[in-house]
């Protein structure tokens, strides 16, 4: 099995796709038609080196060296492109290398050989060489779920009738000629009727009745906030959406939809009720998958609370054989659940991130969290 390749993610980029030709022969080396097949392939085989360009066509190179350390902390990420300082800026800034494509054909050949720490070849193309070149023979596509066959049901066996016992006469025993003796009946004692001697105990008007303690109780010792048992997603104070609040969120989740492809974009409260939602998914019950969603949260708040984190977030993401999940939390206040049926659109990881990031700085500001 192949481990920590260098993966190089083309695009149109016709300086990349001579180097994916030339490195074809090469075991460890794997060419990825786009940006979010990438990123599915890095979950599988973090590589060890990314190459890509800098504008692709689900993504810009630059989102993609933002995401993909989420899921290959420790690969080397080159950006190539045209050389500019507000290119190479905008790539330093993610943490990637940019490898600046200046000069001639050959110049920016021998540039991306010596990012990637490899020797060029003796003889390197020119611009004429490069025009429309084919896409690399080994470009690769991470495997298309298959739908699971139905099971065969098994008819389930016939229960056997079973034996009826066999009964055993037992013979009573005989009745015994010595008669038993009768049980002793319980003796009454007489109840002490009460004598006109015995003085009743009276209540003196001038007695003082026993002394109140006014003193205050002293107060409870303060309780470290680390070691008290803490709400799931516990944030400062309830979360109140207006009116005027629920209109643009409406719109908001709207647009997300349409931009990521899902089928159903909702928010839930930190129990995993809903509070806004846009679109559905007949055959699921949003009433459930709110409440698991915000279980499999709360560990990740508890955490964030033993590390003393005030602005974290967790993602989860759940990729099946007919839906794709991505779940984001905001500030452990609220939710932001996008569901995908594959059978209509299955969810692209390097999208659904790209926009749920911003629209989860949109809804920040709307619900000032």
Same mark, same amino acid.
Request: net charge neutral; proline share 13%.
């Given at each position: ?47 060890? +080196? ?65 990012? =990637? ?137 709207? +647009? ?10 909702? =928010? ?23 409440? =698991? ?23 989860? +993401? ?16 609220? +939710? ?12 692209? =990881? ?20």
């Amino acid at each position: 099995m192949m481990t920590d390749p260098i993966m190089i993610v083309p695009g149109k980029n016709a300086v990349l796709h001579y180097v994916a030709r030339q490195m074809d022969g090469l075991d460890d080396v794997v060419v990825m038609d786009s940006a979010n097949h990438a990123l599915w392939q890095a979950r599988q085989t973090p590589p060890r +080196i990314l190459l890509a360009d800098l504008e692709l066509d689900d993504m810009s190179g630059v989102e993609l060296a933002e995401i993909l350390p989420n899921f290959a902390p420790n690969t080397r990420i080159l950006i190539a492109g045209p050389a500019s300082a507000v290119n190479e800026g905008e790539v330093r800034a993610v943490g990637a290398e940019f490898v600046a494509l200046s000069g001639s054909t050959a110049d920016a050949v021998r540039a991306v050989y010596q990012a =990637l720490n490899i020797a060029p070849p003796p003889v390197l193309p020119s611009t004429s060489e490069l025009q429309q070149p084919p896409a690399p023979t080994n470009t690769r596509r991470p495997p298309e779920p298959q739908p699971q066959p139905a099971r065969a049901e098994t008819p389930a066996p016939q229960p056997q009738p079973k034996a009826a016992p066999s009964v055993v006469a037992t013979p009573k025993p005989a009745p015994s000629a010595t008669p038993s003796k009768p049980a002793p009946s319980a003796a009454v004692t007489p109840k002490p009727t009460p004598s006109a001697a015995t003085p009743r105990p009276t209540t003196n008007a001038l007695t003082p009745k026993p002394a109140i303690n006014t003193a205050p109780h002293p107060a409870p010792a303060p309780i470290d906030p680390l070691d008290e048992p803490a709400e799931p997603f516990a944030g400062s104070g309830s979360l109140v959406i207006l009116p005027q609040q629920l209109s643009v969120l409406n719109k908001l989740l709207e +647009i997300l939809a349409k931009e990521v492809g899902a089928q159903c974009v909702l =928010l839930s409260d930190p129990a995993g009720m809903v509070l806004v939602q846009w679109g559905a998914l007949p055959s699921v019950v949003m009433e459930m998958t709110g409440p =698991l969603l915000a279980t499999s949260f709360s560990t990740a708040n508890q955490l964030a609370r033993h590390l003393q984190e005030q602005d974290s977030s967790a993602v989860y +993401i759940h990729e099946g054989s007919r839906y794709d999940i991505y779940a984001f939390n905001i500030s452990y206040r609220v +939710i932001l659940i996008l569901m995908f049926d594959k059978r209509v659109n299955p969810g692209k =990881l390097g999208t659904v991130w790209v926009y749920a990031k911003r629209a989860m700085k949109q809804l920040q500001q709307i619900l000032k969290l």
